[in-house]
């Protein structure tokens, strides 16, 4: 295949990894095809996920004034939670390799090492999630597949020192935009709904068949934000053109969802 339609995972990877070896294994695989298309749900994934995690690891450190303290504060998510403990750490990660290339603070009062350490990991990542968000567009040779119910709004930092990502959803009073393209296809829906296992124990999938069973049985009832995103691996074996494949570091959930309607999925 020519086209890589990037997912969320490896787009993850290119704006928020500096670095590290998962940004140059992303990068070099976008270099193996001819072309490289961003959906637009795939900047709403991000948002919402790995940069929304990004952000809260930047407002600890501005609470906290403790690298210690960040780092029990995410040591301490609950484990029902790993992916939100996991990206936190890789947040982290991120601000100390590009801490490690900045140039010394001068200038600045602190009470501790712990304190300095912490205001500089902060001011790192507050410069990595302005910076990725301006990059994300550009990322990729094209940006496909806007979406008309979600609006990108830049992550902005408010008088309190926080980030403020909202929205970080689509809007509420209003039918998914990808509703109708859904709809208009239940016999790939079905194949879908089947490369689901029915015995998945993960509430992921189990959201996922039910809502895909919605759009199969009851065509007529809205299908709404939250439906929308719970459907999130199926939209990218959906949307994905012909012509492509996917591209994710998720290959063991993507790859059986584009096959199943005779797409392909690759890992970088």
Known sequence: MSKAY????????????????????AQAALGRYESSLLPVYAIKEW??????????????????RSLADTIGAITAIHPLSPYRKNTS??????AARLDATAEPETGRDYRSRDEENADRYRLALASL????????????????????????AEPKIGKDGLFDLKPQKCERDRECCLAE??????????????????TSAREEDRKRRRVLKQLINTPK???DRDQCRALGDAIFAFFCPA????????????????EAIGKSAEAP
């Open 6 to 25: 990037v997912e969320t995972t490896v787009l993850t990877n290119l704006l928020l990894k500096p670095g590290s070896s998962k940004h140059a294994k």
């Open 47 to 64: 948002k919402a996920g790995p940069l929304d995690h990004y952000a809260y690891v930047h407002d600890k450190l501005a609470v906290t």
């Open 89 to 94: 750490l890789e947040a982290l990660e991120a």
């Open 129 to 152: 999630i302005v910076r990725s968000w301006r990059k994300r567009r550009k990322i990729a040779k094209e940006t496909i597949q806007d979406l008309e119910c979600y609006t990108e």
């Open 181 to 198: 393209a859904l709809k208009a296809q239940p016999r790939l829906l079905e194949a879908l709904r089947k490369a689901i296992p029915e």
């Open 221 to 223: 009832k809205p299908l």
């Open 243 to 258: 012509d492509a494949v996917v591209l994710t570091t998720n290959i063991k959930d993507h790859k059986p969802l584009a």
